[in-house]
């Protein structure tokens, strides 16, 4: 106001102002309850009085500058924007966040620093072992919850107020995800988490407690003219895997089979070994093992059945199959060797394998002596790839120019061959590796391309959310009802599932190329702004650096990972 206003004018103007609040909260001004953000102080979270999700929250309608008379404060609208703070008075990036290609501001997960404190006394309070999910302590009872967190068929509705307050470290999300609603669901009331009881090809399970709509799925859709009598499930499973029947376990992955064997990694679903075949020396083979079937819970989670692991065997193979196509083809999928159905106890070297790394680096999994004799498991033999891409130390830009180059052509050749959609291509699924090739080929419609290393490879792994057409059917995973996944933030990693979301208008089984365009862009953002380099200073980092920010800055404007492709060749 105008302080040159007299005593009366100031008065009434302060007067209007209190009569305008409804309005002005709706344009941020005056804001009602606004809670502690991890976004810091220009949230999206608390742009809006009323909203209680970050899913929700909406943009103030630019004719409300006007402050109409029938604004509604209460409506809520969904949104299309991102979650990106503002950049002032931060200090420190918690998980190492690239910038967001959308505002040019850093992403979730930042925290200001205490001015009392040093950033190595921070670190140093760190527990040992660190905390794979992070979110605002929320308190929870039976007078803030209404009937409309319960929802049919004895699952809960998270609470908008704790949906909105999970936020997760970039790459590897599931373990995360699935940690934070254990640890939810051990703190609300059990009265309000009924059991839920899974019928499964061996028995029940009983007890298991599941805090969303429903627990992702994989869809077989056949659109053939031809109707054909299908085979179950099961028998599917072994026809990919050139069986008749399920290997003993303890036979087929022997110790005396087996060198230099060890564990390298694992998942919520299973472990992953690393191994040499004593009648192959050269090839270095990665075993991920996925139990299937059983009754049992596997890290708090129930076990794939064999229509779940079927769409990830055939991706695999298909994918794989792609380095010997005669019209679009890439050697930039994970090589599958082998798919294998097993039966029976975990094999005593592989158990004394999984106690060796539990020792080193405390295993968050279940021990595997938990299955008997009976139980189930996919073996999935792939060729070793190198770290992702989070670990690995590039030389310079023009390394990481290249990369990018690689992982383009790899998307385009799936496009072209499977309508190909990875969804889920973070840092974490992008494997690299040094090699002598000086140059890779490939083969799109037909049109031979080449694409220089500078002494790397990249390969693309993790199809569990991916969508492809083969043979008249499409695989996808439905993430249609994953509430708890679009609200997470913490990278623009967790932007991108919201973008994909909008992009399919939530129907998971279309076809929209322009998915694979979203995880480029997040990808380009980290090679500029995320992974670590070796050579910072020369003049092929910084022209290469140029490149990666000029493309960064039209990726978006393209509807597919073959648009990419013919935009840089």
């Given at each position: 106001?105008?302080n040159?206003?007299?005593?009366?004018?100031?008065?009434?103007?302060?007067?209007?102002?209190?009569?305008?609040?409804?309005?002005?909260?709706?344009?941020?001004?005056i804001?009602?309850?606004?809670?502690?953000s991890?976004?810091?102080?220009?949230?999206?979270?608390?742009?809006?009085?009323?909203?209680?999700?970050?899913i929700?929250c909406?943009?103030?309608?630019?004719?409300?500058?006007?402050?109409?008379q029938?604004l509604?404060?209460?409506?809520?609208?969904?949104?299309?924007?991102?979650?990106?703070?503002?950049?002032?008075l931060?200090?420190?990036?918690?998980?190492?966040?690239?910038?967001?290609?959308?505002?040019?501001?850093?992403?979730d997960?930042?925290?200001?620093?205490?001015?009392?404190?040093?950033?190595?006394?921070i670190?140093?309070?760190?527990?040992?072992?660190?905390?794979?999910?992070?979110?605002?302590?929320?308190?929870?009872?039976?007078?803030?919850?209404?009937?409309?967190?319960?929802?049919?068929?004895?699952?809960?509705?998270?609470?908008?107020?704790v949906?909105?307050?999970?936020?997760?470290?970039?790459?590897?999300?599931?373990?995360?995800?699935?940690?934070?609603?254990?640890?939810?669901n051990?703190?609300?009331?059990r009265?309000?988490?009924?059991?839920?009881?899974?019928?499964?090809?061996?028995?029940?399970?009983?007890?298991?407690?599941?805090?969303?709509?429903?627990?992702?799925?994989?869809?077989?859709?056949?659109?053939?003219?031809?109707?054909?009598?299908?085979?179950?499930h099961?028998?599917?499973?072994?026809k990919?895997?050139?069986?008749?029947?399920?290997?003993k376990?303890?036979?087929a992955?022997?110790?005396?089979?087996?060198?230099?064997?060890?564990?390298?990694?694992?998942?919520?679903?299973?472990?992953?070994?690393?191994?040499?075949?004593?009648?192959?020396?050269k090839?270095?083979?990665?075993?991920?093992?996925?139990?299937i079937?059983?009754?049992?819970?596997?890290?708090?989670?129930?076990?794939?059945?064999?229509?779940?692991?079927?769409?990830?065997?055939?991706?695999?193979?298909?994918?794989?199959?792609?380095?010997?196509?005669?019209?679009?083809?890439?050697t930039?999928?994970?090589d599958i060797?082998?798919?294998?159905?097993?039966?029976?106890?975990?094999?005593?070297?592989?158990?004394?394998?999984?106690?060796?790394?539990?020792?080193?680096?405390?295993s968050?999994?279940d021990h595997?002596?938990?299955?008997?004799?009976?139980?189930?498991?996919?073996?999935?033999?792939?060729?070793?790839?190198?770290?992702?891409?989070?670990?690995?130390?590039?030389?310079?830009?023009?390394?990481?120019?290249?990369?990018?180059?690689?992982i383009?052509?790899?998307?385009?050749?799936?496009?072209?061959?499977?309508?190909?959609?990875?969804?889920?291509?973070?840092?974490?699924?992008?494997?690299?590796e040094?090699?002598?090739?000086?140059?890779?080929?490939y083969k799109l419609?037909?049109?031979?391309?080449?694409?220089?290393?500078?002494?790397?490879?990249?390969?693309?792994?993790?199809?569990?959310?991916?969508?492809?057409?083969?043979?008249?059917?499409?695989h996808?995973?439905?993430?249609?009802?994953?509430?708890?996944?679009?609200?997470?933030?913490?990278?623009?990693?967790?932007?991108?599932?919201?973008?994909?979301?909008?992009?399919?208008?939530?129907?998971?089984?279309?076809?929209?190329?322009?998915?694979?365009?979203?995880?480029?862009?997040?990808?380009?953002?980290?090679?500029?702004?995320?992974?670590?380099?070796?050579?910072?200073?020369s003049?092929?980092?910084?022209?290469?650096?140029?490149?990666?920010?000029?493309?960064?800055?039209?990726?978006?404007?393209?509807?597919?990972?073959?648009?990419?492709?013919?935009?840089l060749?």
């Amino acid at each position: 106001m105008d302080n040159t206003l007299p005593d009366d004018a100031w008065k009434d103007s302060f007067d209007k102002l209190l009569d305008q609040r409804p309005q002005l909260r709706d344009l941020n001004v005056i804001k009602r309850d606004v809670r502690a953000s991890f976004n810091i102080d220009s949230s999206v979270e608390n742009t809006d009085p009323n909203m209680l999700s970050a899913i929700e929250c909406s943009m103030p309608n630019p004719n409300l500058l006007a402050v109409p008379q029938d604004l509604n404060p209460t409506k809520k609208k969904r949104s299309d924007v991102i979650s990106t703070p503002c950049t002032k008075l931060l200090h420190s990036n918690l998980f190492h966040c690239a910038l967001s290609p959308i505002t040019g501001m850093k992403i979730d997960g930042l925290k200001p620093i205490d001015d009392n404190h040093k950033l190595d006394d921070i670190e140093k309070e760190q527990p040992r072992r660190p905390k794979h999910v992070c979110f605002e302590v929320n308190s929870f009872s039976l007078e803030n919850t209404n009937d409309t967190d319960i929802a049919l068929d004895g699952f809960r509705i998270l609470p908008k107020e704790v949906r909105s307050s999970l936020v997760l470290q970039p790459g590897k999300w599931r373990k995360p995800l699935i940690t934070w609603r254990r640890t939810h669901n051990n703190d609300a009331p059990r009265s309000l988490s009924p059991k839920k009881q899974l019928t499964t090809r061996a028995g029940t399970a009983e007890g298991l407690i599941l805090n969303h709509v429903t627990q992702r799925k994989s869809v077989h859709i056949k659109n053939s003219l031809e109707p054909k009598l299908p085979l179950s499930h099961e028998q599917e499973v072994l026809k990919y895997c050139a069986q008749s029947r399920p290997y003993k376990f303890s036979s087929a992955y022997g110790l005396s089979k087996m060198i230099d064997t060890c564990k390298i990694g694992e998942g919520v679903y299973g472990e992953v070994f690393k191994y040499t075949p004593k009648k192959c020396t050269k090839n270095t083979v990665v075993l991920k093992v996925l139990p299937i079937e059983g009754a049992a819970l596997v890290n708090g989670e129930a076990q794939k059945t064999f229509e779940q692991i079927l769409p990830e065997i055939i991706i695999s193979k298909e994918m794989s199959n792609l380095r010997l196509n005669p019209t679009n083809s890439t050697t930039g999928f994970v090589d599958i060797y082998n798919a294998c159905l097993v039966k029976g106890k975990y094999p005593k070297h592989l158990i004394k394998l999984w106690e060796d790394y539990d020792d080193e680096k405390e295993s968050e999994n279940d021990h595997p002596d938990m299955f008997n004799d009976n139980q189930l498991f996919i073996v999935l033999e792939l060729k070793f790839a190198g770290e992702d891409m989070s670990s690995f130390l590039f030389l310079n830009a023009e390394q990481s120019y290249y990369a990018l180059q690689q992982i383009i052509l790899t998307l385009a050749v799936g496009e072209e061959a499977f309508q190909f959609e990875h969804r889920d291509l973070h840092w974490g699924n992008i494997l690299i590796e040094k090699t002598d090739e000086r140059k890779i080929a490939y083969k799109l419609c037909g049109r031979d391309l080449l694409v220089a290393t500078k002494g790397i490879r990249t390969t693309i792994i993790d199809y569990t959310l991916s969508r492809i057409t083969v043979d008249d059917c499409c695989h996808y995973n439905d993430l249609s009802t994953d509430e708890e996944l679009f609200a997470a933030t913490g990278d623009y990693q967790y932007d991108i599932y919201r973008l994909m979301r909008d992009e399919l208008q939530n129907n998971w089984s279309a076809y929209s190329p322009r998915t694979n365009v979203l995880w480029l862009s997040y990808v380009c953002s980290k090679l500029i702004d995320g992974v670590k380099y070796k050579s910072t200073n020369s003049k092929a980092h910084k022209m290469h650096m140029e490149k990666l920010k000029a493309f960064d800055k039209i990726v978006l404007t393209l509807n597919s990972a073959v648009n990419c492709a013919d935009y840089l060749h």
